[in-house]
């Protein structure tokens, strides 16, 4: 039975930090690509950041380059994302998400979480 749960969401103010946590079961992290999306009221979800399991590449949106930054722990089976310098833009849902393949395309993951959400507000 594979499972994603997020944690770590909250509401912050602009310029703090926040870490979401991904624990998956009933499979092996490093047999997939793990990804992380978000989706802010009215838009599309979007792929934020993924790492692939195998060889540990990294893939993050150009909107959070610098400030982002995914991990994984195979011992533990989760995946991280770091949010550092966090914006009102940043609000989100975030989803954790596993697939076969390193894409961003959120129709190619085959796992999802049901989200933390994350609200930066001063």
């Known amino acids: 039975h594979v499972q994603l749960v997020e944690s770590g969401g909250g509401s912050v103010q602009p310029g703090s930090s926040l870490q979401l946590s991904c624990a998956a079961s009933?499979?092996?992290?490093?047999?997939?690509?793990m990804g992380w999306f978000r989706q802010a009221p009215g838009k599309e979800r979007e792929g934020v950041s993924y790492i692939r399991g195998s060889d540990g590449s990294t893939y993050y949106t150009d909107s959070v380059k610098g400030r982002f930054t995914i991990s994984s722990d195979s011992a533990k089976n989760t995946v991280y994302l770091q949010m550092d310098d966090l914006k009102p833009e940043d609000t989100a849902l975030y989803y954790c998400a596993a697939g076969p393949a390193p894409t961003s395309n959120k129709r190619t993951y085959n796992y999802w979480g049901r989200g933390t959400q994350v609200t930066v507000s001063s």
């Open positions: 009933g499979f092996t992290l490093d047999l997939y690509v």
